[in-house]
């Protein structure tokens, strides 16, 4: 299907902190404004959302990990019934995938990726849990930068 076409799904992962007055969301990222008009937005608008929540989850995941073998990856996905978006970038199924079982990969090479360097001596499962921070942060900065300081907390 065209990407123009696509239905956009809704990035929710079922753990909403906008209800407690986060102007980010710590489970899926989006703003606050964002999870609230979902329905109503236009799947160009829901578009430009999810690129976005992808653009930063691929900056922080490729900082941190390296994909030796798409195909293999790929393959353990479809092993372990991963959902994923093979129209996404590969780093977002990879996410999935840690997301999913961090804690159950002993060899990342049998899965088709590899640590960086300086993130060796890290789990898997910690290395999730920064990513996700990272990942937030990345969100939480881009909220405060061009929608959050031109909105007074008062009104």
């Known amino acids: ?30 703003f606050s404004h964002e999870v609230i008009h979902w329905n109503s937005y236009s799947q160009e608008q829901k578009r430009s959302i999810d690129q976005r929540l992808d653009r930063f989850l691929v900056q922080v995941m490729a900082d941190k990990l390296s994909i030796s073998d798409v195909n293999l990856l790929r393959w353990q996905l479809d092993v372990q019934r991963i959902r994923y978006n093979p129209q996404k970038d590969i780093y977002v199924a990879l996410f999935q995938l840690l997301r999913a079982g961090a804690a159950q990969i002993d060899d990342p090479k049998s899965f088709g990726f590899q640590l960086n360097h300086d993130w060796q001596g890290y789990t898997l499962l910690a290395l999730r849990e920064i990513i996700d921070r990272e990942f937030y942060l990345l969100s ?11 909105l007074s907390k008062e009104g």
């Open 1 to 30: 299907m065209s990407d123009l076409l696509r239905r956009i799904a809704t990035p929710c992962i079922g753990v909403c902190s906008t209800g407690i007055g986060d102007d980010v969301c710590r489970g899926c990222k989006r």
């Open 140 to 150: 939480a900065a881009h909220y405060e930068r061009y929608i959050g300081r031109y």
